[in-house]
């Protein structure tokens, strides 16, 4: 099943990961969204647990380690087309995250990436569901 058109839903992660009062954003560099910052994640692999497919996402597209946490969001993201059919329609679990090591290191599905406090979220125009996601995993993370 192809992720554009699907006939059915695409089942996928994001993962809100904090690290010392900070949470990690990402720049989306395809569709959906391209150019929107968010959380890093992506769909799940047939076979493939959801807190496997978190980590490996957040490895793959950051370069990141990290302790997956408690679920802190589950959201539909549904785009139509300029005839109103659906083009994309993940199902997605958000789950909190702690850091655990490694340098931020870009994959070629991200323009961007960066480290930042809960105050700078509405500079990088964040869209409120992953703000809300974002700071829940921060409470929860005791940031």
Do not use: K
């Amino acid at each position: 099943m192809g992720r554009e058109y699907p006939d059915r839903p695409v089942v996928a992660v994001g993962v809100a990961v904090c690290r010392e009062g900070q949470v990690l954003i990402v720049r989306r560099g395809r569709p959906p969204g391209v150019g929107v910052w968010t959380v890093p994640g992506g769909g799940v692999e047939l076979g493939e647990r959801m807190v496997e497919a978190a980590i490996r996402e957040v490895r793959e597209e950051c370069g990141v380690e990290i302790q997956v946490g408690e679920v802190v969001g589950i959201l539909d993201n549904i785009v139509r087309d300029e005839d109103g059919r659906i083009r994309f329609h993940y199902a997605i679990v958000d789950f909190g995250a702690d850091y655990v090591s490694g340098s931020l290191r870009l994959n070629e599905e991200l323009l961007d990436a960066a480290w930042v406090t809960p105050d700078q979220l509405d500079a990088y125009s964040v869209p409120d569901t992953a703000q809300e996601v974002l700071l829940r995993a921060l409470a929860l993370s005791g940031g």
